[in-house]
Every structure is written in C-alpha cells, then in structure tokens.
C-alpha cells in the first residue's frame, strides 16, 4: 500500500464533500492519462491510500464513489 498525499488544491475540494465514514472518503481517481482508480480511501482529505501508485501531479479530478 503506498500514500499519495494530495495537493492542497484537491484537500481544499475533498473537504467541501461529504466523508464516507469518520475522518475519511471513499473516492474514485481520475488520472490525466484517462486511467480511472476507484474505490480509494482519502484520509482527512489529505492522504490518499492506494495499490496502484501515481503522482499528485498526474490527478485529473477526484470524485466521491459510488460503490
């Protein structure tokens, strides 16, 4: 499991929606390069947990999952 900590630009977004549970967001990401990685936990809006690495840099947009 690795730690991507996300820039403040998308911690200020994350935190104007609504957690999945306390102090966390169940998120899908959607990466510049049109991979979507879904169903990842964010941690006080700020780090988010996942198998498959990436950058902060490489974060298109981030929505809240559905499943």
């Not at 990842?40 to 809240?64: H, K, R, S, W, Y």
Request: proline residues 4%.
């Amino acid at each position: 499991m690795t730690t991507v900590r996300l820039s403040e630009e998308w911690s200020r977004r994350l935190v104007q929606m609504p957690e999945s549970g306390m102090g966390y967001q169940r998120v899908d990401v959607h990466l510049k390069d049109g991979r979507v990685i879904r169903n990842l936990m964010v941690l006080n809006a700020e780090e988010c947990q996942t198998e498959e690495p990436f950058g902060p840099e490489e974060i298109a947009d981030i929505e809240l999952s559905e499943s």
